[in-house]
């Protein structure tokens, strides 16, 4: 019985667990489609005028500007041929 | 299921099919080949899901059915029996034994019902290239595909069709990018593009190795399927939007310099041993220094040492100086099978254009160090 018991229990915590794994599936969701709106909204900001300097210098910075990627950042002392593209054309 | 098999046919069969296996699977079932017995053929199948090879072969079979064997055992058992007929038989209680002389193997096998299909791929496009010509093609492109499955369209190929016959196969893991035409004679087809997993592209090379086969490739919706004779290989296809390429790839250059292929990636080679440690992020650079007609390789390591060559080039244009991570000059200059290599430059920070001297339909852009 003490087994069962303790089977009892663990189920209870998984239980436990599987609904705070839910809820921050659903929080982290949330906040990616945020993050994601908020990276549109400073893309559409950025091409407006001053466009080139701001996307040089957070490129500077070490994000990526290409649309790929925008405002992730890069690997460390690594170029990227699209941002660079993207920086000559504009 | 009972039937009749030549080993060599059968292990030739296995070791085409058992490529699609992953050994980082979680689903049992999957680590198995599938059997299936009819009419004097068997099918073998097996997939991970992203890809599916089938191959069939023929047999003397008494009785049909079919199963599923874990590819681990069965295939090393195989590999290790003379070149003599084979009987396989299941048993009632789904046990598999395998005949061989005087002697057998029982096996354990998975529940066939469980094993996946292979995807039903509604066509929507089909070309027939030569098997040659494409395997070499992907060669080339594939050593600028990423491997980082964060960002899935860069662990992809793009192969774009275009109405003039003309199949164009491009690779980019951001930092280098390779580009290949391959002309497609007689064959007429619309403009599309899709995007392959490299990997899928990389088991083409290695099962349909042939120079005078042509690889039937049919596209459907999310799916492609490549096909030579009985042997078919079925892959998801990557979705999401290739970067514009043509806009990366410099139009002009300020220098161009032309150098043997073999030295220059004989040098690159000799280079790279002691470009280890002088970044501790930025390991593996060898600076390359462009004057007059000669191109100096230089590489240095703190711990172990530095190298200074110097190598005849025809330069044409301005002098130059610039830096590579020399693990990427070397993949170019290793799939490059001409004499002689172009190397474009623009300036130090600008992305240097290596192609082969007599070749218009090949391109490799890979993108400088700052130094």
Redesign the interface.
Same mark, same amino acid.
């Given at each position: 019985m003490e087994v069962t018991e303790a089977l009892i229990e663990m189920e209870n915590k998984l239980t436990e667990m599987l609904e705070e794994v839910k809820e921050l599936k659903m929080k982290v969701y949330s906040l990616e489609k945020q993050n994601q709106q908020l990276r549109a909204k400073l893309y559409t900001k950025r091409s407006q005028g001053e466009g080139y300097e701001n996307l040089a210098r957070l490129y500077d910075e070490g994000f990526h500007i290409c649309p790929m990627h925008f405002a992730t950042t890069r690997n460390q002392g690594e170029d990227c041929l699209f941002c660079l593209g993207f920086l000559k054309r504009e | 299921m009972k039937f009749l098999v030549e080993q060599n046919e059968l292990l030739g069969g296995l070791q085409i099919v058992q490529r699609a296996i992953s050994s980082r699977s979680t689903l049992p079932i999957l680590s198995g080949i599938y059997l299936s017995c009819e009419h004097n053929i068997l099918r073998l199948r097996a997939t991970d899901l992203e890809i599916g090879i089938e191959c069939t072969i023929p047999v003397q079979s008494e009785a049909e059915g079919e199963t599923v064997l874990p590819a681990r055992y069965f295939v090393e058992i195989i590999k290790k029996l003379p070149n003599l007929p084979i009987t396989i038989e299941k048993t009632d209680e789904g046990i598999i034994i395998i005949r061989y002389g005087s002697s057998e193997v029982q096996l354990n096998a998975f529940n066939p019902e469980e094993f996946p299909q292979l995807p039903q791929v509604e066509e929507i496009h089909t070309v027939t290239v030569n098997a040659d010509l494409f395997i070499n093609a992907i060669k080339q492109v594939s050593i600028a595909a990423s491997h980082d499955i964060s !960002?899935p369209?860069f662990t992809g190929i793009l192969l774009e069709f275009s109405d003039n016959n003309i199949l164009k196969l491009v690779a980019?893991d951001?930092?280098?990018?390779a580009y290949r035409e391959i002309i497609l004679p007689g064959t007429l087809v619309n403009n599309f593009s899709c995007i392959i997993p490299s990997r899928a592209l990389g088991e083409i090379g290695k099962i349909f190795w042939s120079d005078d086969n042509q690889i039937e490739i049919s596209f459907a919706d999310n799916q492609v399927l490549f096909k030579v004779d009985s042997t078919i290989l079925v892959s998801r296809l990557i979705e999401g939007q290739f970067?514009n390429y043509n806009?990366?790839i410099p139009k002009d250059y300020s220098s161009r310099i032309r150098v043997l292929t073999k030295d220059l990636l004989n040098s690159a080679e000799r280079a790279s041993l002691l470009a280890r440690d002088e970044?501790k992020? !930025?390991s593996n650079v060898i600076k390359l220094n462009i004057s007059g007609n000669n191109l100096t390789v230089t590489s240095k390591s703190a711990e172990v040492g530095n190298l200074h060559e110097e190598l005849p080039i025809y330069l044409e244009g301005e002098p130059a100086e610039i830096a590579f991570n020399a693990r990427y000059l070397i993949d170019v200059l290793k799939v490059i099978d001409q004499e002689e290599i172009h190397l474009d430059l623009t300036g130090s920070?600008?992305?240097g254009i290596i192609r082969p001297a007599e070749d218009k339909h090949v391109l490799f852009?890979v993108?400088?160090? !700052?130094i």
């Open positions: - | !960002r369209i980019t951001t930092y280098r990018l970067p806009q990366v970044f992020n !930025r920070l600008s992305p852009l993108l400088p160090i !700052r």
